[in-house]
């Protein structure tokens, strides 16, 4: 069975960071390359970020481009973001997923970024 579970959210301050984890079982983790979308409250889902299968080519939404930095531990099935200068409208539910494929996503992390 396909599991991810993000982790590592919470409340921070405008300008503050904070780094969310993945954790994959299930399937082989390294096959796959993996990316990061968000949902904010009464919005639908948008993509954030993808990484290639060895860890390299990441690339980021034009929003969270230069704040964000997605990497990754195939030798922990592990996916990241770590997430800095962090605004208000950062605000929202973060998802892990295979590929780009949304209906992939586990247990998302919440994120909110008020002050």
């Known amino acids: 069975e396909v599991q991810l579970q993000a982790s590592g959210g919470g409340l921070v301050q405008p300008g503050g960071s904070l780094r969310l984890s993945c954790a994959a079982s299930?399937?082989?983790?390294?096959?796959?390359?993996m990316s990061w979308f968000r949902q904010a409250p009464g919005e639908g889902p948008k993509w954030v970020s993808s990484i290639g299968k060895a860890g390299g080519g990441a690339i980021y939404a034009d929003s969270v481009k230069g704040r964000f930095t997605t990497s990754r531990d195939n030798a922990k099935n592990s996916l990241y973001l770590q997430m800095d200068s962090l605004k208000p409208e950062d605000t929202a539910v973060y998802y892990c997923t295979r590929r780009s494929d949304y209906g992939s996503r586990g247990q998302g992390t919440q994120v909110t970024v008020s002050s």
């Open positions: 299930g399937f082989t983790f390294s096959d796959y390359t």
